[in-house]
């Protein structure tokens, strides 16, 4: 059991720059979660692929935020114009189907916005 | 809408004491699970229980279980016998399960616990 992992660990980017995080998920996952975390807070649902389609997307999400999910595997986040705001922890998770099935989190990306 | 709340922002507690962390949650679905989750300094966040609304016992998963109130949409964790590796930030969530619901979790804000030797 590999886990879910992300890349890279840590991403410091000037502002304006822009960015793009990976997830490869637990392999027989088929949904797969993108959730931000700032110091002190819980993390907060930005968006959820099942397979290769994205299902939902928070509406706190700016346009300048995109995932992907080529062919339901590996997963990316693309921040474009990074801002300040931004800084945070970026953390993934996949999990099999079904109300009881749990999220399974990676270690996370912490972005620093200069 | 799903909400979760949880009203303690720290909590201290003696090593091999129990203690009780609150969270109260808010759904109009009849169907919804509830999970508790772990967080270390080291930030990984560690799946540790689960209870369904439709469960007619509290969960239990070795020092760990939940005072599930269905009435008071309260789902409280319950950690026995404390140890110094327990102290962590601890979050609340749930997954609304009904019809046309999506499979996200909703988390709390957390609740820093400390445990004293």
Redesign the interface.
Known sequence: DTGVSQDPRHKITKRGQNVTFRCDPISEHN?L?WYRQTL??????LT?F?NEAQ??KSRLLSDRFSAERPKGSFSTLEIQRTEQGDSA?Y?C?S?L?G??S????G??TRLTVT | AQK?TQTQPGMFVQEKEAVTLDCTYDTSDQ???L?WYKQPSS???I?LI?Q?SYDEQNATEGRYSLNFQKARKSANLVISASQLGDSAMY?C?M?E?GGGA?????????TLLAVQP
């Open positions: 949904r979660y002190g807070q819980g993390p907060e649902f959820y099942q299902l939902e922890m953390l998770a999990s189907g109300i009881r749990p999220l399974h989190f270690n996370g | 979760i169907s919804y699970g999970f930030g990984e966040m799946f689960y369904g979050f969530a997954r399960g999506t499979n996200k979790l909703i988390f709390g804000t957390g």
